[in-house]
Each structure stands twice: as C-alpha cells, then as structure tokens.
C-alpha cells in the first residue's frame, strides 16, 4: 500500500506519523511545494520508524515521485488565523486544490486511486477536487465532520460518566460554522439518549445542549487560540479512515463526499459505509424538524460557497 501526503505543514506531519502508525503503508511519500520542509519531514519521521514499522518514507520532489500511490491524502493549503473561520481560506485554498489535483491525476490510477480531503473549507474543496479530478464521488472522500463527531462524543460522554466507546452520535453538514449535531440520533449503548438519561437519572436540560454544542463547534478555535493550528485530532481522523479503507472494515464514518447532481449537487458528511472501494452506501440518520431544516441550511451554505469560487 503506498500512501503520498501533499502538504507537509503542521497537519501533514501529523497525518503522516498517524499514518506511519497505522502500520498499514509500505510506502508513504511526502510532497510540499516547499521541498526543503518536506525533506526535512521525511527525514524526522524516517528516525521515528526505527521504533515502529519498518516503512519506506521519502519526500518527493516532483509529481512523478507519487506514481503507484493507492491513495492520495491532500492536506496542503492555507490553515485558519486566530479568529478567522474556515470559509476566509476559500479563494486561497481553492487556488492549491486546482494546483494540485491535475498533477495528482496524471501521476496516478484513476481506476482506482482514492483521493482523502483534509484542506479546509473541506466540503466545498472536495466538490472541487472531486470536479478537477473526474473520480466517482464515491472515491474523493473528504475528512468531513469525523473529528467533530468525535469532539461530540467525547464531550457527551464526560458529561453523562460513559465510556467514548458506548455512544453513537453524529455531526453532520458542513465541516464548519453550520454544523449539525444529530442529539436525535444520539445512542448509548443502544438505548435512545433521553430513555438513558431517565435510566441514570441524569438531566440533560437545553441549555446544557447548546453548551456542548458550542464547545464542538468551537473546539478548533479554542485551539488554534491557544497552539496556532490543530492537527493530532485530524491525524487520527485520517488515520481511522485508512483503518476502514485498507481492511474493507465496512465501518460508518461521517465522510463528505459529493451527492445529488448539477446545481443540487453538494459535498457535506453524513454518515456512510466506508470500504475498500471508498464509500459504498449514504445514510439518513433520524432527524427532528429542526435538525432537518438546519441541515439542509448547511447544504445551501456549502454549494453557495462553491458557486463562490
Ligand atoms: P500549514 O501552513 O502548517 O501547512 C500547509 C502546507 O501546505 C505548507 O507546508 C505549504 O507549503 C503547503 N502548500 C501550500 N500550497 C501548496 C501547493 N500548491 N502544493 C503543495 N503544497 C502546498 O497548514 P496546516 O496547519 O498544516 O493546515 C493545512 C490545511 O488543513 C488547512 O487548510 C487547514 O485549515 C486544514 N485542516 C483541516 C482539518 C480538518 O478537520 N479537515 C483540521 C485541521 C486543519
């Protein structure tokens, strides 16, 4: 399995020792339009693999140094200054998603490469990629909401005193400002969250809600205030997804690839089965009226913003 990472910034580098991790790769390789850091890279984390998986780790100098790759992970681009959103990386980024995806495909398999978005605004620069690219949707998968549904989790599972590991629960929409929490198809431990609340006798009130909502939505900010940038949340988002591609584990991720076509089309997560073949089936999750409605809100403000570029 060989793996090549464009942008090696801070989230390439932390994507590329999740990856080294994984174990799963053979081969990775690393390509920054500045040669000199993604040298430097490889040559960090080639001295990490001494201690874990015996890896072929270079950095590439041209395009032509990631032919053979099965999958192409793009994290290049722009990331967010304190107090800016991940909409203000819009024309920047999508100048680097034009630049790099032509020279991606014409270095690899396009019968079966598989392409992974991490650049932000990510749903609108996997529409791009997914345009420049010519790939099935299917195969163009971005990242999406699968570090906020983490965020989600972690923070409801402190709140309620269960493990990570025993609740279900969902963002969805836009990787963004506009995101949903799906709190109506929330589970823990397979039981509905407010049957479970009655059965622990925890109250959960509205305005605990919109505290962790807002703790979710706010998470990168808060740590782009206090270290400049994240990026060990989404090395392991991606490293999770490469789990789910390579062992065809068939596990449901909150993805963002794009559905519906012409002017309807729009790139936004929800969950889907993830396999070998990339994404296999979207799902619908149970939704009130008002996540409904904010859901597809965040569906308008996503294809506006590609309209945009
Ligand atoms: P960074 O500034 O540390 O690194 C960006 C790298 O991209 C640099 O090394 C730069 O040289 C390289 N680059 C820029 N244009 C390029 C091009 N045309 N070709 C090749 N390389 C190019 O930024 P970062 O903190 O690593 O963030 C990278 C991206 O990841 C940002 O868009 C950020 O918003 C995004 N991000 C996404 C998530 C997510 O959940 N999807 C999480 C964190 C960050």
Not at 112 to 132: C, E, G, R, Y
Not at 214 to 222: D, F, G, I, S
Not at 237 to 254: F, G, M, P, Q, S
Not at 289 to 305: D, P, Q
């Amino acid at each position: 399995m060989k793996i090549a990472i464009i942008g090696i910034g801070s989230v390439g580098s932390a994507v590329a020792t999740a990856v080294q991790n994984t174990g799963l790769a053979h081969e990775i390789v690393l390509f920054d339009r500045d040669g000199i850091r993604a040298r430097a890279a490889a040559e960090d984390l080639g001295h990490a693999s001494a201690f874990s998986y015996d890896i072929k780790l270079t950095a590439v100098s041209n395009y032509r140094g990631i032919r053979g790759s099965d999958i192409v992970i793009i994290a290049a681009g722009a990331n967010q200054k304190p107090g800016e959103t991940r909409t203000d990386l819009l024309q920047k980024n999508a100048a680097v998603i034009s630049d790099i995806v032509p020279k991606v495909m014409e270095n690899v398999d396009a019968k079966k490469v598989k392409l992974i978005i991490v650049t932000n605004p990510l749903d609108v620069m996997v529409m791009l990629a997914q345009k420049l690219s010519k790939l099935p949707a299917s195969r163009v998968i971005g990242t999406g909401t699968m570090l906020d549904s983490a965020r989600f989790k972690i923070i409801l599972a402190r709140q309620l005193g269960i493990s990570t590991r025993s609740i279900t629960s969902y963002v969805l929409g836009e990787h963004g400002d506009s995101s949903v929490l799906n709190w109506s198809a929330v589970y823990v431990g397979g039981i509905a969250l407010d049957d479970f609340c009655k059965q622990a006798k925890l109250s959960l009130p509205q305005t605990t809600r919109n505290t962790i909502e807002h703790r979710v939505r706010n998470a990168a900010y808060e740590i782009i205030r206090g270290r400049g940038a994240t990026w060990d949340g989404i090395g392991g988002a991606v490293a999770d997804l490469l789990h789910a591609i390579i062992n065809d584990e068939k596990r449901i991720l909150t993805t963002s690839i794009v559905d519906g076509i012409g002017k309807n089309a729009v790139a936004m997560s929800m969950p889907r089965v993830i396999g070998e073949k990339g994404v296999l089936m979207n799902l619908h999750t149970k939704l009130s009226a008002n996540e409904s409605a904010l859901l597809r809100k965040s569906g308008k403000i996503i294809r506006k913003n590609y309209d945009a570029i």
